[in-house]
């Protein structure tokens, strides 16, 4: 009788490590997917739909987009983009800074930087929350602002956020 019972025991430890041999593995499983996810984030986007601009692929001037921002963006953003500007009926409640922009828009590449911001530009965006009161204008599809401006507003907004 007693080799048969010690057999058993056999079979129960295998049972109970091969339990705890997938239990450690679906930990391991659910530490690394979230992790996977968090390093491919996603770009902040406008919400309404069209693309780039013949601004993305222009020399911006800085200095004259200083000025533009002056008169054209700052009642929103802020003194050179500091923000602050309240917007009720909004998630976030401020119209959003341009410096610091949204991280996620950053980019060490200025072609894609540049493309990031001048999406927004060229096709205008509407907050998250209830009932925004204020909404990103469409300067480039509501030709408020030329393509020559709007490259010259990107660059000035680029050289407030030099990519870290
Ligand atoms: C009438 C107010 C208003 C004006 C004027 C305005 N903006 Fe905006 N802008 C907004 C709002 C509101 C958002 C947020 C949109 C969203 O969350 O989808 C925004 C978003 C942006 C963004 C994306 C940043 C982010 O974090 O979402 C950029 C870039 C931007 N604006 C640049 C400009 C520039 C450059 C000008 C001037 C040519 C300008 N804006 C003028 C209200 C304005």
């Known amino acids: 009788?007693?080799?048969?019972?010690k057999e058993d025991d056999m079979e129960d430890r295998r049972?109970?490590?091969?339990?705890?041999g997938w239990l450690a593995a679906?930990?391991?499983?659910?530490?690394?997917?979230?992790?996977?996810?968090?390093?491919?984030?996603?770009?902040?986007r406008p919400t309404n739909p069209g693309g780039p601009g013949a601004a993305a692929t222009l020399a911006g001037n800085t200095e004259s987009g200083a000025k533009?921002?002056?008169?054209?963006?700052?009642?929103?953003h802020g003194a050179a983009g500091k923000g602050g500007i309240p917007n009720p009926g909004s998630t976030d409640g401020t119209v959003p800074p341009l410096n610091p922009i949204d991280?996620?828009?950053v980019s060490k590449d200025s072609k894609a930087f540049t493309?990031?911001?001048?999406?927004?530009l060229q096709n205008g965006s509407t907050p998250?929350?209830?009932?925004?009161?204020?909404?990103?204008?469409?300067?480039?599809?509501?030709?408020?602002?030329?393509?020559?401006q709007i490259a010259d507003v990107i660059a000035y907004i680029v050289s407030?956020?030099?990519?870290?």
């Open 128 to 148: 998250d929350g209830p009932h925004p009161a204020i909404r990103m204008p469409a300067w480039g599809a509501d030709k408020m602002l030329t393509q020559q």
């Open 26 to 44: 679906a930990a391991l499983l659910l530490c690394t997917v979230p992790a996977i996810s968090a390093a491919t984030v996603d770009v902040a």
């Open 15 to 20: 049972t109970l490590w091969t339990f705890w």
């Open 68 to 76: 533009i921002f002056a008169a054209n963006c700052m009642p929103c």
């Open 1 to 5: 009788m007693k080799p048969v019972q």
């Open 160 to 164: 407030l956020n030099q990519a870290k």
């Open 115 to 120: 493309y990031n911001i001048d999406l927004f």
């Open 103 to 105: 991280e996620t828009m």
